[in-house]
């Protein structure tokens, strides 16, 4: 399996750059040199990718880790910003990544190495991925020369248009409020290495944060090519470069005839990487998986959830509609790999076949009735609404609902047989 695995990542790495380099992007292998010996293309997945190889690790070895890359830090940062490069971090976090699966394999045996390359290679897939989607953005404007942006209008306005909403509430909060709320956009996985840390405190458990993170970036994607959107701030805003409908976004919702909507050719610079929003799934995960740590961790899921919702709309990247997507798939995705102690049961196909169906009914729904959708938004907004209040209510359902409970036994979960798999994980029973 860990062969297997790494020859297909690799692969897939190979296969992206040269794409990548016969178009003219920059490609995963060229980010990742980057990383090594130029200047990172983030100063923060370096470091959340070595906060996870460190796991594995024992108290002494973890002061080593990280003393080493902040030294690594502090020194090449140094030479590159009196060199008239940026003043900017991660390549300490590279290097010790590198170094710690070096020593694995070299030093460690046993459940030991085990532990720590499980631990290295979670921190190296979120770097590789992160590097491949930056690609894969550039490969959306490649295929995707026209968008739908008018068509997730319409369908927007049968949920009132929230994001010009939250435009609006956005520009109030000044620039000091707008900034921080930039910074939680940006730094999701910040949050989402807090959960999984905490989470793996005793050992890396059979489902934790990172494997549904990583999925939804994997089949996420996939979604852009197929439906080509690239936001109101470019579609009716002023980062549109001449190519949007007009400067609308935040402060005027157009009063367009769009009685015959029909895409629209875009430039080549804004990606098409609306439908369906993969931050709002992520921030959704984040938001479960925190469900069962202390308050002080439920509380920082809840928060960076609520942040996530308002910047994506606030700034004008996403339509409403996409958000409802997002966290369909989100549900989903995590639907088939959550409890999987419990095995496939018809608790768990049900769920995944109606995400699934959902959320593909959404994507129809959204192409080629959103000129019925905006017409009439008092019968369409209450059920875009209802499905996903129907996938949550079945998620909890089948996953949180405590035992003994009327939606337990529904989901399946009244097993007696359960409540000792999650108290020897250390999480409370619900």
Known sequence: ?????SAGVVALVLGVQAFA???GYLGPVESLFGDYFLVPRSATMPWVGLALALV???????????????????????IRWFSGGPLTMGTGGTWVLTAIAVYAFWKLSGERRSAVLHG???????IIAAKVAETWLSITILLGTDVWDEYVFLADQALGNPSWVMGQIVDAMGPVGAAALGWIYVELPVAVIVVALYQSRKGWPSHHLLRTFLLIGLIGPVFYILFPVVGPVFAFGPRGLGFQIGDFWPNIVPNIDFSAPASLPFDDEAPRNCMPSLHTAWAVALFVHSRRGPWWLRSLGTFWLLSTLTATLGFGFHYGVD???GAILCLTLDAALHDPE???????????????????GLLLSYRFA?????????????????VLVLMSVAYYATFFARPGTALAQWGERADDALI????QAGLPVR
Do not use: C, H
């Open 420 to 423: 000792p798999t999650e108290a």
């Open 21 to 23: 380099s016969y178009k």
């Open 56 to 78: 594995g690790l024992n108290n002494r070895e973890r002061i080593y880790a990280v003393s080493a890359a902040v030294a690594i830090d502090v020194v090449v940062g140094g």
């Open 342 to 360: 419990r095995g496939w049961g018809w608790f768990r196909v049900r769920l995944i076949l109606g995400g699934s169906a959902i959320l593909v």
């Open 120 to 126: 290295v290679a979670l921190g190296a897939l979120l």
């Open 370 to 386: 959103s000129v019925q959708m905006a017409a009439y938004p008092e019968l369409f907004g209450p059920l875009l609404i209802a």
């Open 323 to 325: 958000l409802i997507a």
């Open 1 to 5: 399996m860990l062969i297997l695995g």
